[in-house]
Every structure is written in structure tokens, then in C-alpha cells.
């Protein structure tokens, strides 16, 4: 009965530590397998995830190698956000930052900005009224600078400090173009030879001077451009003017006046053509006498 008793127990123990070591091998290889199904996973994601972010950055790398102006794009344009200094207010060749701001100042920093495109139509008027070679010369200097500015920002590529504008700001457009046309009308005045009245030409300095004179200011005050931007756009549009006074204006102003010249006989010649034909013949009064 003992023996049997003694079967029956080590029967028994067998058959516990047989379920137990299963289940504690079931239960180690099934952690194993699910931390190994974890970590392969984590592997897959963390890949897919790179793989993305690295397209993601290959595509805007490719949209700056083509942008040309990335360098110069603010940082809100970057992350695709508005502007939080006002809004881009578009004016052909002149386009500025309109502040949030209503203050009187930041009114007349918008006045000002827009004031190239009004100098420009101003002087186009003058030159189809008065066609003469002065001011033909005068809208050539102011815009050929204005188009050397904006050349120069491709090279110097520095950004804006606080506008809504994405292209580069230095040196400023519309600073050279103020101080070009300034510069290269006051000494166009002071050395020309054609008589005008003093009063006159006193009276065109004093205009000027209140109109164009704040331009570089405008940018500033709106964030367009900093003071550095401003005094390199002042510059390069006292070199320009001055390029045009000694060089280039000598050998346009003949070419025009030799053109405006022929344009205008060709004009009289046409005037006096249609006089002729249109005139009725006149009788001879001898052939009325007997």
C-alpha cells in the first residue's frame, strides 16, 4: 500500500513539474516572440519614418535648388504660415508690406512706397508731351538702376528683416530709384546749358527732394528693408545717376535729338501733305477776261 501510496506522489510531481516547465517554456516563448515581433516593428516604423522624412526633405531641397530666393524666404513663408506683420500689397515694380499698424507714420511709409510707380507714369507723360531727349533720359536712368538693384540681390542674397515679402532685400529697389532720379535731375539742372527761369528749377529741387527724398525711409519703417539695405540702394542709385550723367546720357541725348528731330520733319512733312491735297485749286483770272 506504501509503494503504491509512493507511485501515485512521484506520479503526481511528474506530471506538475511536466505542466509547469510547459507553461513556463510556453510562457518564455511567447514573450520572446512577441518582444522580437515588437522590436522588428519598431525596426519597419522607424524606417518608413526616416524613408518619409527624407523625401520630405529631398522634395523642399529640390524646391529651394529652383526657387532661387530660398536663402532669402522668411521663416513663416517657410512653414507655410500667414505673415504676422500685415499683408503683401502688390504695386507693379513697387510691392511693400501693409502694417497692421494705421498709425500716421506707417500711412505715410505706404504713401511713399508706392511713389515710384507714380514717378515712373509722371515721367512716361512728360515724355509723350514734350518729346524731348531730357526726359527720355531721365525715366532710362531711374529704371536702369532700379533693374541693377534688383540684379544685385541675386548676388548678395540677404533677406528681409521683418516683411511679408519673399524675395531677397539687399540693396533696396525702390531706395536706388528714389536717389537716382533725385541725383541725376538736380545735376542734370545744375549743368545743363538751356535757359530756364530760376524760380523754376528752384521750385522742381524742392519737389523732388519731398517726394523722392523719404523712399529709402518708406522701406525701412514698413520692414522691407533694414538701414543697410537702404544706404546700399541710396548708393548704387547716386552710382547710376552719376554713370548716366558723364556716360551715358552724352551719347543718348544725340542719338535722341537726331531722332525726335527726323521724327518731327517727318510729321511736319505729313501735315503740309495733307494741307496741299486738301486745298481746293484756285481760277486763273486771266482766264475770265475775254
Not at 530660398?70 to 503683401?88: F, I
Not at 524731348?132 to 531721365?138: G, S
Not at 537716382?180 to 527732394?209: E, N
Request: proline share 6%; aromatic share 6%; charged share 15%.
Amino acid at each position: 500500500m506504501a509503494g503504491v501510496n509512493e507511485s501515485i506522489r512521484d506520479a503526481m510531481n511528474g506530471s506538475a513539474l511536466n505542466t509547469t516547465n510547459g507553461s513556463a517554456i510556453n510562457t518564455t516563448n511567447g514573450s520572446v516572440i512577441e518582444a522580437m515581433n515588437a522590436s522588428v516593428l519598431h525596426i519597419i516604423n522607424g524606417s518608413i519614418r526616416d524613408a518619409m522624412n527624407g523625401s520630405r526633405n529631398g522634395s523642399s531641397g529640390h524646391a529651394n535648388v529652383t526657387s532661387g530666393f530660398d536663402d532669402c524666404a522668411p521663416l513663416w513663408s517657410v512653414r507655410g504660415d500667414v505673415c504676422p506683420h500685415g499683408s503683401r500689397f502688390y504695386i507693379p515694380g513697387a510691392p511693400f508690406t501693409l502694417p497692421q499698424s494705421g498709425s500716421l507714420p506707417m500711412l505715410l511709409a505706404c504713401c511713399y512706397s508706392a511713389l515710384p510707380l507714380l514717378a515712373i507714369l509722371v515721367n512716361c507723360t512728360l515724355v509723350l508731351q514734350r518729346r524731348r531727349p531730357r526726359e527720355v533720359i531721365w525715366l532710362m536712368c531711374s529704371v536702369s538702376t532700379c533693374v541693377a538693384a534688383k540684379f544685385l540681390r541675386t548676388v548678395l542674397r540677404q533677406p528681409r528683416p521683418q516683411s511679408c515679402l519673399q524675395s531677397c532685400g539687399m540693396p533696396s529697389a525702390r531706395a536706388a530709384f528714389a536717389m537716382s532720379l533725385l541725383t541725376f535731375v538736380l545735376m542734370w539742372d545744375s549743368l545743363s546749358r538751356v535757359p530756364a527761369a530760376h524760380s523754376q528749377r528752384s521750385s522742381r529741387r524742392v519737389v523732388l527732394v519731398a517726394l523722392l527724398l523719404p523712399i529709402p525711409w518708406s522701406g525701412v519703417a514698413l520692414g522691407d528693408h533694414t538701414p543697410q539695405q537702404a544706404f546700399a540702394g541710396a548708393v548704387v542709385g547716386v552710382m547710376g545717376a552719376a554713370l548716366w550723367l558723364l556716360c551715358f546720357g552724352p551719347c543718348c541725348e544725340g542719338f535722341l535729338n537726331r531722332l525726335l528731330r527726323r521724327r518731327r520733319r517727318e510729321q511736319q512733312g505729313g501735315r503740309a501733305g495733307r494741307g496741299a491735297v486738301g486745298r481746293e485749286p484756285v481760277l486763273d483770272r486771266s482766264l475770265l477776261t475775254p
